[in-house]
């Protein structure tokens, strides 16, 4: 079974930092990209970024490009979320998913349960 | 960037109903879409793959039609599960895979 568990949310100031983490299992984690998503309390889904199955190539969303990376390690099944420079907007539940890919379409076929990153003074 | 406006935002309905919800895409996706559904409190969940292909385990009341522009998610005869906020998203741009603003439906 696909589980992805989110770690690493919380109450941040405006302007600081946060490493976010997603712990995956039950699947060779290598093989797939990953993506994370997040929602705004109360808003819709907002992609954020997307990471290579090597982690080679990494894809970014404007409202967080230069501000957020994405990375991963293949040896621990872990994918990470840095955030850097937060700003009130980035409050958000974070999710990461596993990019699935089937004859060249992406879909995001399994998703963690989410967590809650604030940004508040 | 590509916009993805669904329609209606909010839509009430009965058990048994049957209702379809649009999406549109603001430049053509040939068919790189797909929809999730998602409950209060709750991940999301893949519905339909490709336009309308559906994802393994998901009722095959729901299904999923269009190309280029425009597309339909269809609930053959709703269940008082289904009752959620779906959600439409393009991946045909490799550079960011948006999605629709969300369609809430209550009974």
């Known amino acids: 079974e696909v589980q992805l568990l989110e770690s690493g949310g919380g109450l941040v100031q405006p302007g600081g930092s946060l490493r976010l983490s997603c712990a995956a299992s039950?699947?060779?984690?290598?093989?797939?990209?990953m993506s994370w998503v997040r929602q705004a309390p109360g808003k819709g889904l907002e992609w954020v970024s997307d990471?290579?199955?090597?982690?080679?190539?990494?894809l970014y969303a404007n409202s967080v490009k230069g501000r957020f990376t994405i990375s991963r390690d293949n040896s621990k099944s872990t994918l990470f979320l840095q955030m850097n420079g937060l700003r009130a907007e980035d409050t958000a539940i974070y999710y990461c998913?596993?990019?699935?890919?089937?004859?060249?379409?992406?879909?995001?076929?399994?998703w963690g349960q989410g967590t809650l990153v604030t940004v508040s003074s | 960037d590509i916009q993805m406006t669904q329609s209606p935002s909010s839509l009430s309905a009965s058990v048994g109903d049957r209702v379809t919800i649009t999406c549109r895409a603001s430049?053509?996706?040939?068919?790189?879409l797909n929809w999730y559904q998602q409950k209060p409190g709750r991940a999301p969940k893949l519905l339909i793959f490709?336009?309308?292909s559906l994802q393994s385990g998901v009722p095959s009341r729901f299904s999923g039609s269009g190309s280029g522009t425009d597309f339909h998610l269809t609930i053959s005869s709703l269940q008082p599960e289904d009752f959620a906020t779906y959600y439409c998203?393009?991946?045909?741009?490799?550079?960011?895979?948006?999605f629709g603003q969300g369609t809430k439906l209550e009974i």
């Open positions: 998913a596993r990019d699935s890919l089937y004859r060249g379409y992406v879909s995001l076929d399994s």
């Open positions: 998203q393009q991946s045909y741009s490799p550079l960011t895979y948006t």
């Open positions: 990471i290579s199955g090597s982690g080679s190539d990494a």
């Open positions: 490709a336009a309308s």
């Open positions: 430049q053509s996706i040939r068919n790189f």
């Open positions: 039950g699947f060779a984690f290598s093989n797939y990209a």
